[in-house]
């Protein structure tokens, strides 16, 4: 993952000029749904940094695990079809989504120690898969 992070950092700058992200048309309900999902994904990521910052390192692993963990994953599966992303999403990209996923849990695990260094060792997984998906696809 890191790799390709740098690898997308490197491209970014042409990406730029030329936006060359994979265009994904999901249906406008399940669009929605992700913005809806993506805007809590940023709160999410504010709060488990504040609470790391402020040396709550175990309540920023909870923080992690409920709302961008495993734990999170699943949320629009009672929704209409139309309105679920993920069935949407080709699959590499869901695969993005999915990684994301196990990399928040595997940094709540470490935060749920109380060990700090582990817990920000693993930080940088938790937003590398906001940033692969950002720099892959986009759906406008
Ligand atoms: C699997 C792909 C994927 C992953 C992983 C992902 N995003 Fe997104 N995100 C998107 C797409 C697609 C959009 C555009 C949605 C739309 O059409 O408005 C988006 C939009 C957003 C927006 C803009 C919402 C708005 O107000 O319009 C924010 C903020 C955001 N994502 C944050 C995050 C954060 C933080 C993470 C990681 C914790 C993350 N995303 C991970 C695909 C992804």
Do not use: W
């Not at 999170?72 to 139309?82: C, E, L, S, V, Y």
């Amino acid at each position: 993952m890191k790799a390709l992070v740098f690898a997308l950092f490197l491209a970014s700058t042409a990406a730029v000029a030329d936006d060359a992200r994979q265009l994904v048309k999901l249906p406008p309900p399940a669009q929605d749904a992700l913005r809806e999902e993506m805007q809590g994904n940023l709160v999410a990521l504010n709060e488990v940094l504040s609470l790391l910052a402020a040396g709550k390192v175990r309540e920023a692993g909870e923080a992690a695990e409920t709302k961008l963990g495993l734990s999170a994953m699943g949320r629009h599966r009672d929704k209409p079809f139309d309105a679920r992303p993920g069935p949407h999403m080709p699959p590499a990209m869901h695969g993005i989504g999915m990684d994301g996923h196990k990399a928040a849990s595997e940094f709540a695990a470490a935060a749920k120690t109380g060990d700090r260094d582990k817990a920000l060792a693993l930080l940088p997984n938790l937003t590398s898969g906001c940033v692969a998906c950002h720099f892959s696809y986009r759906t406008r």
